[in-house]
Each structure stands twice: as C-alpha cells, then as structure tokens.
C-alpha cells in the first residue's frame, strides 16, 4: 500500500507555469506505475499523463503534450508534474495515481492522493 499527497497547487495567470509535486510513503514507490488526472467541475475525470517504474517511458494526453513534463525521483520518493504554457481550461484538481500496471483510466489506478487545486486565469 502507498499514500500519496499532491502540493504546489495554485492560482497562476494563462501562459505562466507550475510544478506539482507528489510524495509518496513506503519503500516501494518504484514498484508503482504512477499518473497524474485531473477533475474539473461538470466534467469527468480525465488522464494527464502516466510514467513508467523506472521513468523510462511516459504518455500524455494530446490535451496537455508538448506543455507538460510528468517526471520521478525514486530516489525521493516522489513525482513531479511541470506544466508550462497553462490555459484557462487546465483549471481543475489535480490527483496523483499509483498503480502496479500502465493505465490511462482512473479505475486502472488502485491509490490516490487528495488532489490539488490549480486554477489558470485569463
């Protein structure tokens, strides 16, 4: 089992950046395939990006490729998501997943953090 808690949440302006952070709990976090999601208001929740256990491998949605970077630091325990060039439509909370197998769908993904809210102003 992992816990999970999301920070560097915020308010930032259209075209400004953030990086979301993950920590994860345990001595078994590289075992974990990790992905982040995100949930707006009056729509489903929706995947982000996915990275493999050791990093090597990583996908995103075409909503968000070429602007966000999804990366890990087994050695810290901890995922990372850069977000550059944000639009008002990123706007949502922000969960990080983690799983022992790839996913692109939240029910592939068996633990969750509590979310972090980035909101994108125009």
């Known amino acids: 089992q992992v816990q999970l808690v999301e920070s560097g949440g915020g308010l930032v302006q259209a075209g400004g950046s953030l990086r979301l952070s993950c920590a ?13 999601f995100r949930h707006a208001p009056g729509k489903e929740r929706e995947f982000v990006a996915a990275i493999s256990w050791n990093g090597d491998n990583s996908y995103y949605a075409d909503s968000v490729k070429g602007r966000f970077t999804i ?52």
């Open 24 to 36: 994860a709990s345990g001595r078994t976090f590289s075992s974990y395939f990790m992905g982040w």
């Open 71 to 122: 990366s890990r630091d087994n050695a810290k325990n901890t995922m990372y998501l850069q977000m550059n060039s944000l639009k008002p439509e990123d706007t949502a909370v922000y969960y990080c997943a983690a799983n022992h197998a790839y996913g692109r769908r939240w029910i592939d993904y068996a633990y969750w953090g509590q979310g972090t809210q980035v909101t994108v102003s125009s």
